[in-house]
């Protein structure tokens, strides 16, 4: 299957500061990226839609000011959280649609958020 | 709006057959999927249904009945690795369109 990356898998951080997620589609393109957020026990929620050369679409609820997003290339998309709390800690997870014939969603590893 | 329902919790034993059921009104429907997700990692992909049927794929099967909203996961022969969360998700009109997920079924085989 097509693979995601994402990086860094793991942050900690003071309250405060802003921190960058890069997620990056190996093997293939991809124009829509989407990142969620799920929180522990909990399902997940998606928070945004990344669109290569366009801005992003966000979900009801989510603060656009504070979770900027990049979709800089075709396979590239970077979510970064500014001026950081603890209750955004959490599990960040992007997404990508592979563009082949089941149109599935491959997830990224997902990368976990803990601000002090 | 946009719904999808499925049981938090179910049990079942080591070598056994689980039926987890989902339910679903949305806006448009291009698309029923399946994800296992274990504690800690991300979501990983089971099964794609577009259209009326079964899809088999070795132990698991998913099934999908577009009049009535409606679809189940069919795990056989159930190893203690199935223990996880069940994910199921439902794609919008639109191929780019999101998916969105339910709330999960957390899975618990037993000895």
């Known amino acids: 299957g097509a693979v995601v990356s994402q990086h860094p898998s793991w942050v900690i951080c003071k309250s405060g500061t802003s921190v960058k997620i890069e997620c990056r589609s190996l093997?293939?393109?991809?124009?829509?990226m989407f990142w969620y957020r799920q929180f522990p026990k909990q399902s997940l929620m998606l928070m945004a839609t990344?669109?290569?050369?366009?801005?992003?679409?966000?979900e009801q609820g989510v603060e656009k000011d504070k979770f900027l997003i990049n979709h800089a290339s075709l396979t590239l998309s970077t979510l970064t959280v500014t001026s950081a709390h603890p209750e955004d800690s959490s599990f960040y997870i992007c997404?990508?649609?592979?563009?082949?014939?089941?149109?599935?969603?491959?997830f990224g590893p997902g990368t976990r958020l803990l601000v002090l | 709006g946009q719904n999808i329902d499925q049981p938090t919790e179910m049990t079942a034993t080591e070598g056994a057959i689980v039926q987890i059921n989902c339910t679903y009104q949305?806006?448009?429907?291009?698309?029923l999927f399946w994800y296992q997700q274990h504690a800690g990692e991300a979501p990983t992909f089971l099964s794609y249904?577009?259209?009326?049927g079964l899809e088999e794929k070795g132990r698991f099967s998913s099934f999908l009945s577009r009049s009535k909203g409606y679809s189940y996961l069919l795990l056989k022969e159930l190893q203690m690795k199935d223990s996880a969360s069940y994910l199921c998700?439902?794609?919008?009109?639109?191929?780019?369109?999101?998916?969105?997920f339910g709330k999960g079924t957390r899975l618990h085989i037993l000895p």
């Open positions: 997404s990508a649609n592979s563009g082949r014939v089941q149109e599935t969603q491959y």
């Open positions: 093997d293939f393109q991809a124009t829509t």
């Open positions: 990344s669109n290569e050369g366009s801005k992003a679409t966000y």
């Open positions: 949305t806006s448009g429907f291009n698309g």
């Open positions: 249904n577009v259209l009326d």
């Open positions: 998700a439902v794609r919008g009109g639109n191929r780019d369109d999101k998916i969105i």
